[in-house]
């Protein structure tokens, strides 16, 4: 019985590690090619940049953010999105991608909390697709210049769920209007891009 256990125990531990991995590129994260590494993984501020810190071989080793993609920590998806270069979470995946601020969903997966605070980023972001540019989910009637006023203007289909989030300050609101966009779109009543 004790070997048994014993067996579950490492087999538990190397499942756990083997979720987590480091892309460098999106082709890494569909392959599933990308750097696998062993226990937490964190992006943190280091010299005016934000790096992303993991444990490789038993030695902690970071890189900058401007160099990854995305990681896969706990079975989560993050992504590196492009303005900041701070990572962000994928909530969900359908007409729509639909992204949180990473720095909040990982000090929940570290602290094992059901919310957490954050000093760098934005509330929520979006993505047409896993691999397309990601954007604050911030669409003010002024904006005309923005990365966010920019993707509103290619993605015209997008309409009715950005004027929802309109400036996207409130966290609840902008998750309600993804998930009123998705729901449409399931029921034929709203087009995908």
Same mark, same amino acid.
């Given at each position: 019985?004790?070997?048994?256990?014993?067996?579950?125990?490492?087999?538990?531990?190397?499942?756990?590690?083997?979720?987590?991995?480091?892309?460098?590129?999106?082709? /890494? %994260?569909?392959?599933? #090619?990308? +750097?696998?590494?062993?226990?937490?993984? @964190?992006? $943190? !501020?280091?010299?005016?940049?934000?790096?992303?810190?993991?444990?490789?071989?038993?030695?902690?080793?970071?890189?900058?953010?401007?160099?990854?993609?995305?990681?896969?920590?706990?079975?989560?998806?993050?992504?590196?999105?492009?303005?900041?270069?701070?990572?962000?979470?994928?909530?969900?995946?359908?007409?729509?991608?639909?992204?949180?601020?990473?720095?909040?969903?990982?000090?929940?997966?570290?602290?094992?909390?059901?919310?957490?605070?954050? /000093? %760098?980023?934005?509330? #929520?972001? +979006?993505?047409?697709?896993?691999?397309? @540019?990601? $954007? !604050?989910?911030?669409?003010?009637?002024?904006?005309?210049?923005?990365?966010?006023?920019?993707?509103?203007?290619?993605?015209?289909?997008?309409?009715?769920?950005?004027?929802?989030?309109?400036?996207?300050?409130?966290?609840?609101?902008?998750?309600?209007?993804?998930?009123?966009?998705?729901?449409?779109?399931?029921?034929?009543?709203?087009?995908?891009?």
């Amino acid at each position: 019985m004790r070997i048994i256990l014993a067996a579950l125990i490492c087999c538990a531990s190397w499942a756990a590690d083997a979720q987590n991995a480091i892309f460098r590129t999106y082709q /890494e %994260y569909a392959d599933s #090619a990308g +750097l696998p590494v062993q226990g937490v993984i @964190d992006v $943190v !501020p280091r010299m005016g940049r934000f790096v992303v810190t993991y444990t490789k071989d038993g030695s902690k080793e970071s890189i900058s953010c401007k160099k990854v993609w995305g990681f896969r920590y706990n079975n989560i998806l993050f992504r590196i999105e492009p303005e900041g270069d701070m990572p962000v979470r994928l909530m969900s995946h359908g007409a729509v991608c639909y992204w949180e601020n990473g720095f909040a969903h990982l000090h929940m997966q570290h602290d094992t909390t059901e919310a957490s605070g954050f /000093e %760098y980023g934005r509330v #929520a972001y +979006l993505s047409k697709d896993l691999q397309s @540019d990601i $954007v !604050p989910a911030s669409f003010k009637d002024d904006d005309t210049g923005s990365s966010s006023a920019k993707f509103r203007d290619a993605f015209p289909a997008y309409g009715s769920m950005l004027n929802c989030i309109g400036e996207g300050a409130e966290l609840d609101s902008v998750r309600q209007c993804v998930v009123e966009y998705e729901v449409a779109v399931e029921e034929g009543k709203a087009a995908k891009p």
